[in-house]
């Protein structure tokens, strides 16, 4: 089963997938994480990486399909994946869509967290003080939110007109509170499998 879990930065896209890998059992991608381990490998293309990341710019699709396939490659994703952080765009939803299509799979389902602005911003200040991201300064935040808002955002008219179930879960409150409304959603939306 491959899920495509979507949300603005500060929206708990990570804490969910990570408790969701539990719930299907499948890996956690998160494409944040493999690119910020690639600028912290401090490479050439690493370095490259870095200085986008700081600056809240989206690094070239053409190097995240390529370290997304060789990640979906792997034996622990034989059975699906948990995506967070990609698609952002249209364009990458078509890439996305050829790369499981030569392995004979597909989006199955799109879970959207939906969470106020205020919100948001409180979520990624604290985050900026705890884990001192990078890339969680207020200018790259604003960026982030802008981008998201205008890029991300039609992604999911495009799984929608696939045929993909959109499932749009309130993405406020506890992380518990949340998890629940993620896994009563997918039930009711695919079943038990």
Do not use: C, F, M, N
């Given at each position: 089963m491959i899920v495509v879990l979507f949300g603005p930065p500060g929206s708990g896209k990570g804490t969910q997938a990570g408790l969701l890998t539990g719930a299907l059992g499948v890996p956690h991608i998160s494409t944040g994480e493999l690119l910020r381990a690639e600028a912290a490998a401090g490479t050439p293309l690493g370095r490259q990486v870095a200085s986008m990341l700081a600056a809240g710019e989206l690094v070239p699709d053409e190097l995240i399909e390529r370290v997304l396939e060789r990640?979906?490659?792997?034996?622990?994703?034989?059975?699906?994946?948990?995506?967070?952080?990609?698609?952002?765009?249209?364009?990458?939803?078509?890439?996305?869509d050829a790369l499981l299509a030569a392995s004979g799979r597909r989006v199955d389902v799109v879970v959207a967290l939906d969470v106020d602005f205020r919100t948001l911003i409180g979520r990624l200040e604290r985050r900026a003080a705890e884990q001192h991201r990078p890339d969680d300064n207020p200018a790259s935040i604003a960026e982030r939110l802008r981008e998201y808002h205008e890029l991300t955002e039609p992604v999911l008219d495009h799984y929608r007109q696939q045929g993909v179930p959109v499932l749009v879960v309130d993405g406020s409150?506890?992380?518990?509170?949340?998890?629940?409304?993620?896994?009563?959603?997918?039930?009711?939306?695919?079943?038990?499998?």
């Open positions: 990640r979906l490659r792997a034996p622990d994703a034989e059975r699906g994946a948990i995506l967070d952080g990609y698609p952002r765009t249209v364009p990458q939803a078509r890439a996305l409150g506890d992380v518990d509170a949340v998890h629940r409304r993620i896994v009563e959603a997918l039930e009711s939306a695919l079943g038990h499998r």
